[in-house]
């Protein structure tokens, strides 16, 4: 009934379960009071029957029916605990689950995001663990606790009458092997439900976050037609679920009242043959009941169970994935501290990187050198691999050829931790949090406090413009700044990275989507950095990288020039027809490079 992986996923609820062992305990010992007074209910029956009712002998009879009635209510109480017990032991080791998924989450690499929608895992962290809070836990609870019930009222349905029992056994192989198939076709539907239900919710995430575009473009009636592809699968599936589902409960149900009437026909040419008591059958249709209700609703059960145990395959596939630095052997980061103390050299030698197994090379036989306090432009048309050289630098990718040093030592033995403190990246795309921007500038660390947030935001001419907000620096923003401009938001992003503190900065594409006021204003900022920091910068203006002690010009993922800006020039190569396409120059100021990769 349960496979070897099913059994994995329970070991692995029940090692958070077991924290809370001792309300577990205590749900646990209701259970065998549940089943005693489930016995004793009948056999009380047949002596109310049997040895008052039918000889006509009422002394007593009070006394024993008011003891039926005590017999009930200690049944439902410790039903009633036992269900409570067990239920917030499984909610809180729930708890317990979420939140080590999201610290995994917090602490997987950044490749994994690049090839997972955001949506999907949004799904696993959400509605999947809902469905095993709200499944599991119920069916678990009441499949064990249905499950010693049947088994011991079946015990004592041979003890009252043994020919009645048997006849009763004889329905028990075809309901068993009905439901083995059930649960084996519920199982598929419920991993493809799953499966089409993470699809459909991480495309519906992308859509929201892409609204504007799609509305901006008109594409309304093609979103909405992969949409509803989506939802389709997931109502196919679960219709299907349904199909399955019904089928079972109603067979079972048909089955349960051709068995009573059975019983009914069979033990009452018993009662008049003078083989049954009156106070047994009547006993024994009751304990009937409580054995066929259990296996009706056991269709119920294996559905819910099923369904988590959908919801954990999805789950595990989290706790399987690689951490992100898992499987290296990297260097104590207490012999670190000195030698990674302050940035002196980044050195790339015959770097090749690829971003799948058998894809092609998007750096191929890269080799440079970077000094502390140089600056590093790196220009080439897109898909050139420049942005790759930054992922490769900040450890989003691990897995390159060749060999890069940090103050000449193997990027790949580092710990992320042990370098955090050198490096400092601004992206093009900005991202902000719905909270204050002293918060988006600081990220809540301690250490950054609010004379460190003003001088960063000085530092990129931000302060003046923040000044004039409402509540200024405790200023709320909204979805991703939408209550700032985009010049605005880019500002905040740009000091964020100030306010990290980061030796080298590293400038992808900073100015390629702000307007031509706050660019200027980065640009002064930039020139601040070019002074004062190591610089690796991609960028589309020449007022960016004209000033770089070296610039890289890529292609195809191979560096086919290097040298500075005048040196490219008076080579008349790819650097300066770049310069001189007449697609490229936008104005005075400078030249606009092509996108980059």
């Not at 039918?54 to 005590?70: E, V």
């Not at 037609?225 to 079972?248: E, I």
């Not at 700044?481 to 990290?500: K, M, P, Y």
């Amino acid at each position: 009934m349960i496979k070897a992986l099913d059994v994995q996923y329970l070991k692995h609820f029940f090692h958070y379960a077991k924290r809370y062992k001792k309300t577990a305990v205590i749900g646990l010992l209701m259970m065998p009071i549940s089943v005693l007074a489930n016995l004793l209910f009948p056999w009380l029956v047949i002596q109310v029957i049997d040895e008052h009712l039918t000889p006509g002998k009422y002394p007593g009879l009070m006394m024993l029916i008011a003891f039926m009635l005590l017999v009930l209510a200690v049944n439902y109480l410790a039903d009633a605990i036992y269900t409570y017990c067990l239920r917030i032991t499984g909610q809180k080791a729930i708890f317990d689950i979420r939140m080590a998924l999201f610290e995994r989450i917090l602490q997987l690499p950044r490749s994994y995001y690049d090839k997972t929608p955001t949506g999907v895992t949004l799904s696993r962290l959400t509605s999947d663990l809902e469905v095993i809070g709200d499944s599991f836990v119920l069916g678990v609870l009441s499949l064990v606790k249905d499950t010693i019930n049947t088994l011991a009222v079946l015990i004592f349905m041979f003890f009252i009458n043994w020919q009645l029992a048997l006849l009763v056994l004889l329905v028990f192989p075809p309901v068993l092997m009905l439901t083995q198939y059930v649960r084996n076709r519920l199982r598929q539907m419920y991993t493809i439900t799953r499966s089409s239900l993470a699809k459909s919710t991480g495309f519906l995430q992308e859509c929201l976050q892409g609204i504007k575009t799609v509305q901006l473009y008109g594409a309304e009636a093609e979103v909405e037609a992969k949409y509803h592809h989506y939802t389709q699968d997931f109502l196919r599936a679960q219709l299907k679920t349904n199909k399955y589902d019904a089928s079972l409960f109603s067979v079972i149900t048909g089955i349960t009242s051709i068995t009573i009437g059975l019983i009914i026909w069979y033990g009452s040419g018993k009662v008049l043959a003078g083989f049954v008591s009156l106070g047994v059958l009547i006993a024994f249709i009751n304990t009937l009941e409580k054995v066929f209700v259990p296996l009706r609703d056991f269709t119920s059960q294996i559905a819910s169970i099923q369904r988590s145990f959908a919801a954990f395959e999805h789950i595990e596939e989290l706790f399987v994935e690689d951490l992100e630095e898992q499987g290296l052997t990297l260097l104590p980061a207490a012999s670190l501290i000195e030698r990674l103390a302050d940035f002196k050299t980044l050195e790339f030698k015959n770097v090749r990187f690829r971003y799948h197994n058998t894809g092609p090379y998007v750096l191929d036989d890269v080799s440079f050198t970077l000094n502390k306090g140089q600056q590093l432009a790196l220009v080439g048309t897109t898909g050139s691999g420049k942005s790759t050289i930054i992922r490769l630098i900040n450890k989003t990718y691990l897995d390159y050829q060749g060999s890069i040093l940090l103050n000449g030592i193997e990027l790949s033995s580092i710990p992320k931790d042990s370098m955090l403190h050198l490096f400092s990246l601004m992206q093009q795309d900005v991202f902000l949090f719905e909270k204050d921007i002293h918060f988006n500038i600081s990220l809540g660390a301690d250490e950054i406090r609010e004379d460190a947030v003003i001088d960063a935001a000085e530092y990129v001419y931000a302060h003046d413009f923040i000044l004039t907000l409402a509540d200024q620096y405790q200023f709320e923003l909204k979805n991703n700044g939408s209550n700032l401009s985009a010049g605005q938001a880019q500002l905040i992003s740009f000091a964020r990275s100030v306010a990290q503190g980061g030796q080298v900065m590293m400038l992808d594409e900073a100015t390629s989507s702000v307007d031509s006021i706050t660019e200027n204003l980065i640009q002064k900022a930039i020139g601040r950095l070019f002074e004062e920091k190591t610089v690796i910068a991609i960028a589309h203006r020449l007022s960016t990288i004209r000033h770089s002690d070296q610039i890289l010009v890529l292609n195809r993922g191979k560096i086919v020039e290097r040298g500075n800006h005048q040196d490219l020039l008076a080579m008349g190569g790819v650097y300066a027809r770049l310069l001189t396409d007449k697609d490229n120059i936008e104005d005075d100021e400078g030249v606009l490079m092509p996108e980059g990769a």
